[in-house]
């Protein structure tokens, strides 16, 4: 199993900053990728960016221009930072990571997510 520890969230004011980063450790064989999705109310879960492990990166594209996800591949961390943050943005952000198996198949695994508001 692997586990995931999220940090950061929290409330903030329109046009602000904050954080957010993830480690991975327990029974990670072979990462593929590593990132960070949301999910809002009544809505369902998207990307928000991930890593994939030969470096390429993937954005949401709500978020392109105003999130940079950066991260240690040999350490399985990984660092959002959410500048010019607006209400939309509210939502809880799981960490995710996938690896591949003993057989050879990614698998899937989520943290608990951490809660972000953004609100006047």
């Known amino acids: 199993q692997v586990q995931l520890a999220e940090s950061g969230g929290g409330l903030v004011q329109p046009g602000e900053s904050l954080n957010l980063s993830c480690v991975a450790s327990?029974?990670?064989?072979?990462?593929?990728?590593m990132g960070w999705y949301r999910q809002a109310p009544g809505k369902q879960r998207e990307l928000v960016a991930r890593r994939i492990s030969d470096g390429f990166i993937e954005y949401g594209d709500s978020v392109k221009g105003r999130f940079t996800i950066s991260g240690d591949n040999a350490k399985n961390t990984v660092l959002l930072q959410m500048n010019t943050l607006q209400p939309e943005d509210t939502a809880v952000y799981l960490c995710?990571?996938?690896?591949?198996?003993?057989?050879?198949?990614?698998?899937?695994?989520w943290g608990q997510g951490t809660q972000v508001i953004v609100s006047s």
């Open positions: 327990g029974r990670i064989r072979v990462m593929y990728a």
């Open positions: 995710n990571f996938v690896d591949y198996d003993s057989s050879g198949t990614l698998a899937d695994y």
